[in-house]
């Protein structure tokens, strides 16, 4: 590092230009992958591109023929806009909703005009998506390569249009939320109806909790589900069903921040449920309606399940996961209790809703058998019948764990075979590790009118089979079933944590596992429908990620017989190797006999036999892994920009990080921030004993949001050790955390006072420094996610301790740094307060 100090200003050119120089990092990787099959054998893949600007609309597709790829050959494949350039959806009066802002942020995007996402219904061609608050719309007939300009939906609906999701039976018609109900047009004829009518529009969060289709705060943030509605697949009787999820949350607290977004200093509201405090509760409904001969929405019905899931199930707390069978006959639903120790996957008859007004909504109009639990007792199986051959509602399959369940995305139901059976894949961590399972269920019940339930406390499982095994996970976000040879391909860590690879297993052989990928390589990948092409972006702690589209064969049904062949590169990296600087990474197996892993910047003008200046860049929570065999890219700008300006930059994947299996994770279980510091500090001597350039007389701990949590405990608890400390977004007393988040890790406060007492930034003001320039905060005025009350506290604690602190507050900022002045300015805080306080 540089001996003289800069200006501000030297500093603030500095940070303009670093990312100018690092802006090669930004590489193209496609997302929102789809695949459409073409006439004359032709592929189409869409997808976005994720490193436009916000007010750029990126829609790219490529073609891939049949041919593509036997012979050999591999060629790069000609990437298309979609949409004219000349197409935008801004208008003088388009202003970004606070309901799009919002869903951003639950999804970690930055605002943006453009398109962030889109639907395509891939039998028609048809498109829409979401922009500036409206619904557009294109059809791609596929016959021709000429840029479509998309249409806007008209409608006479005032309020953001949010999640379109394009009916699967019928393209034309297209179902949104507005004002938190749930609406549907027929984008032929424009005719536009509302649906639900859960939310009064009233203004007021007081006077109005109810909503339709929409997730509640903690699904969307701690549960990753973002819909809440889901069209039926298909119909035989011309009537289109959509199960959708009311959220009552009246008994949720409102918060009120100050907002400076318009200059208007309006207080926003928020309903947040803090740890220990009542959640929104759920409610799962259906709407139908018939399109008239004019195409006209006509006869829409409200059904509700004969006896809700709240009574069915008293232990639900949360639905976290929704969807329909193949057949539509049935819905399936996953189902968690409050201490998250127990979920249930539960199927639901379409016959069991009936019209709300409907005198049969008395569940003693229906013959069921109750078979559940009281809400004091352990959860067990719940199986409702009626004197058909089929339950109405039935348990497929439980997980129970001593610490927690990690809800995931992996659940998939095969077309029946059977009347009276069904089949699907599902996993569990019974293991200690997550893996897949394939289950038999029988539809119990005869056909003589006479019921039949299964003995107490068990579950009508004729077969449970694992697919996979092992001291390694399965990856929960998504699995590919290829029917006709009988294989699922997935995701997993088999080899090692810090790589994500490609496997495939046989439905037929059981536990028959192949690795489809190549070490040394970290991969995710989407698979067409039918599992004949995939797209795999690819990537090392030294290589630009790489984009290549594949082709699947077979020599025979066995995982052995599966062959890829590249047919091209939707991506190659833009920059050469030498152009960029990579991390190294390093193993060491700490005192308690586990390894961890690390990952260190060298300084730019590294020198062999000098010390520098070291940051260490600490996040530590739960559902994180900062070190892995990937390219660190423009989500690591500024460890990047740190290792530019003279720091040596250390990160350190501590005990409770993820992907290392249950018994790993739950060193943090009622003790968060008290064993992942010791891991870290462990590792970093470790690393300036043995590596020689780190100056452990000059480390600085940053982090944010969890980072930020352990940044304020670093510094009480290792003030010889972190000579200053950077804690931005930082969480300060759990109990101002939400329940999803805090009651998974912390049990509910009631039953681990101690470990909230223990956890609390708060309890350990008096070790803080009394050193001036140690300490820096940085927080968004209108975090609605760790709220801004979170620093308040702490500073009247440290204020009443007579504790120096400095503080950067940004009015116009939520939890992440959304806007690029905000951005530039805390980048050049940062520099500033490192080279005058390390």
Known sequence: MAEVKKSWGELKVAVDDLRKQLSGLCAMIPSNITFRSLPNGRTRIYFLPNNMNGSEVPLFYADVSAS???????????????????????????????????????????????????ELHTNTGKLIFPAASNLYQCLDTGFSNSALFPTEVRMNLAGAKLNPQICPANSDLVAFINNQDIYVTHTVTGHTQRLTFAHKNSGSLVDDPLSAGIPSYVIQEEFCRYHGFWWQWSSNDNVYRIAYEEVDESEVKIYGFPSYLHNNGEVEEFRFPRAGTPNSKSTLKLVEFKVSGSLQIIDVKELEMVTPLSLLFPWMEYLVRVGWTPESDFIWVQLLDRKQQHLEVVLISVDYFVEVSSPATSPASFTTSPFSPSPKSPPSPSNHYITHNKPLVLTLCSQDSDLWINVNNLIHFFPKTDENEVKFICVSEDTGFRHLYSFTVPLVGVSNGIEEEPSSGQLPIS???????????????????????????????????????????????????????????????????????????????????????????????????????????????????????????????????????????????????????????????PEVQVVSNTFKGMRQLRLHMLAAQGYCVVAIDSRGSRHRGLAFEGHLRCKMGTVELSDQVEVLQWLADTQGFIDMNRVAILGWSYGGYLSLMGIAHFPNIFKVAIAGAPVTNWSLYDTGYTERYMDLPEHNQLGYKKGSVLAYVNQFPDEENRLLIIHGLIDENVHFLHTSQLINALVKAGKPYQLQVYPNERHSLRHMDASKHYETVLLSFLQNNL
Not at 74 to 101: D, M, Q, V, W
Not at 511 to 535: A, I, N, Q
């Open 68 to 118: 593509d790829g036997i012979s050999g050959s591999c060629r790069h494949l000609k990437l298309n806009p979609l949409l004219e350039t000349s197409f935008s959806p801004i208008t003088s009066a388009s202003k970004l909703s606070r309901e799009e802002l919002l869903m951003w942020e639950r999804k970690r995007q930055s605002p943006s005009w453009g398109i962030t996402s889109y």
């Open 463 to 621: 077969s449970k089979i694992a697919l996979t095994s092992g001291d390694w996970e399965v990856l929960g976000q998504q699995l590919w079933v290829d029917s006709e040879h009988d294989l699922v391909y997935f995701l997993g860590l088999r080899e090692t944590p810090l790589e994500k690879h490609l496997y495939a297993v046989s439905l037929k052989h059981p536990g028959d596992v192949r690795r489809l990928t190549e070490m040394g390589y970290s991969y995710s990948v989407d698979f067409s429908e039918d599992c004949k092409l995939l797209v795999m972006s690819y990537s090392s702690i030294t290589k630009l990620p790489v984009c290549e589209v594949m082709r699947v064969t077979h020599k025979d049904s066995s995982v052995d017989g599966i062959e890829l062949t590249s047919v091209g590169f939707l991506m190659e990296p833009r920059m050469a190797e030498g152009e960029f600087y990579c991390p190294d990474l390093y193993s060491h197996q700490i005192s308690a006999g586990l390894d961890l892993w690390a990952m260190v910047f060298k300084p730019h003008n590294f020198q062999p036999g000098r010390r520098y200046p070291t940051v260490l860049h600490i996040y530590g929570g």
